[in-house]
T-cell receptor
Framework: DVKVTQSSRYLVKRTGEKVFLECVQD?????MFWYRQDPGLGLRLIYF???????EKGDIPEGYSVSREKKERFSLILESASTNQTSMYLC????????????????FGDGTRLSIL | GENVEQHPSTLSVQEGDSAVIKCTYS??????FPWYKQELGKRPQLIID?????GEKKDQRIAVTLNKTAKHFSLHITETQPEDSAVYFC??????????????FGPGTRLSVLP
């Protein structure tokens, strides 16, 4: 069974801090994703990566960056945390896709509830 | 880009009744449509999916139907039980001409099954 592990379930940080959210998957998936989930807005894509050191902006990348140095690990970075980044953050992974491949479902982690004070 | 609408936003049914959630999408090239269930405080989990070459798929009490002409797909849950209470998300995935994956999620439907 696919396991996607996020380093923290709950995190409290202060405005202006640099925040790192870590995600690890154990299925050798090429694709990894970061979403934020807010009530009434569903899941919004922040960034995704389809290979090591490759990244692509999603719908709401402002204020965030990502790092993928190893295939199994995808980090989300809040360069200078602000209160409007208080949210639930979900990481997901999926097998390779695009260029003639069939899409496969994404598998999610348990989420990190981040509060910025 | 792809846009997914989902209705209703909330749904309450009596235990044993059926529930139907409908999603519409905009990109006629979309070819993969998964449904996720998210229980309170838990991760979204895939419950069923359908590809564009199939009109209907069923798994026990859950079924999904796809109307490519009208660009909508629906989740049907029969004989609902209290443990079906959750938020349900649909997604539409248009093809890409390079690597990666474009999941576009609907805003979610909160289903409450009343005992």
């Amino acid at each position: 069974d696919v396991k996607v592990t996020q380093s923290s379930r709950y995190l409290v940080k202060r405005t202006g801090e640099k925040v790192f959210l870590e995600c690890v998957q154990d299925m050798d998936h090429e694709n990894m994703f970061w979403y934020r989930q807010d009530p009434g807005l569903g899941l919004r894509l922040i960034y995704f990566s389809y290979d090591v050191k490759m990244k692509e902006k999603g719908d709401i990348p402002e204020g965030y960056s990502v790092s993928r140095e190893k295939k199994e690990r995808f980090s989300l970075i809040l360069e200078s945390a602000s209160t409007n980044q208080t949210s639930m953050y979900l990481c997901a992974s999926s097998p390779p896709s695009g260029i003639g491949r069939m899409d496969q479902p994404q598998h999610f982690g348990d989420g990190t509830r981040l509060s910025i004070l | 880009g792809e846009n997914v609408e989902q209705h209703p936003s909330t749904l309450s049914v009596q235990e044993g009744d059926s529930a139907v959630i409908k999603c519409t999408y905009s990109d006629s090239a979309s070819n993969y449509f998964p449904w996720y269930k998210q229980e309170l405080g838990k991760r979204p989990q895939l419950i069923i999916d359908i590809r564009s070459n199939v009109g209907e798929k069923k798994d026990q009490r859950i079924a999904v139907t796809l109307n490519k002409t009208a660009k909508h797909f629906s989740l049907h849950i029969t004989e609902t039980q209290p443990e079906d209470s959750a938020v349900y998300f649909c997604a539409s995935i248009p093809p890409r001409d390079n690597y990666g994956q474009n999941f576009v999620f609907g805003p979610g439907t909160r289903l409450s099954v009343l005992p």
